[in-house]
């Protein structure tokens, strides 16, 4: 008998954001509530992490929402972003860093995992790395699970990927 089996993951497409980011760049500089104040919009692709810059903490929360319209237009799940705190910072500005988690992280693999073992279903949930593993003898149990996962806010924009 085959064994099924797919992977619970929660990546963010960094070619979506650094669209969006450059999307929300133009509007900004065309925006006549934004002129003069310096305002600026930072991904650093590495540290998977935008960095927020303006005059003020108010300018610095219109900044914001105008990079999450443009994010939530192109399919970015918001729930992905974890914000910073605005701080002050040098000239009289104000920033806020918002970190992009790529990946699911250990305890809410954890979480998850125990969710499905608390379903009851006939699966079994494997962490690998920053991903979740769930193989099964049947292909109906799986998409049970997938439903299952599906119903539950976990704080992550789960996808389900590699289905076998």
Do not use: W
């Not at 999307?23 to 006549?32: L, V």
């Not at 960095?51 to 443009?70: H, P, Q």
């Not at 608390?118 to 998409?143: F, M, T």
Request: proline share 1%.
């Amino acid at each position: 008998m085959a064994d099924y089996s797919f992977d619970v993951v929660s990546k963010v497409d960094m070619n979506v954001i650094s669209e969006a980011v450059s999307a929300a760049g133009k509007e900004i500089s065309n925006r006549y509530d934004f002129k003069g104040t310096h305002s600026n919009i930072e991904l650093n692709e590495k540290e998977n992490e935008l960095k927020l810059t303006s005059a003020d903490e108010y300018k610095v929360a219109a900044l914001r929402d105008v990079l999450f319209t443009r994010l939530a237009k192109r399919g970015v799940a918001l729930k992905n972003l974890t914000q910073g705190k605005v701080e002050a910072a040098l000239g009289g500005n104000a920033k806020q860093s918002i970190k992009i988690q790529q990946g699911i992280p250990s305890e809410k693999a954890k979480e998850i995992s125990r969710y499905i073992k608390d379903c009851k279903l006939k699966v079994a949930a494997s962490i690998q790395g920053d991903q979740l593993r769930v193989s099964s003898k049947s292909k109906d149990e799986l998409q049970a699970t997938q439903a299952k996962l599906r119903e539950r806010d976990f704080g992550l924009d789960l996808q389900f990927t590699n289905y076998r």
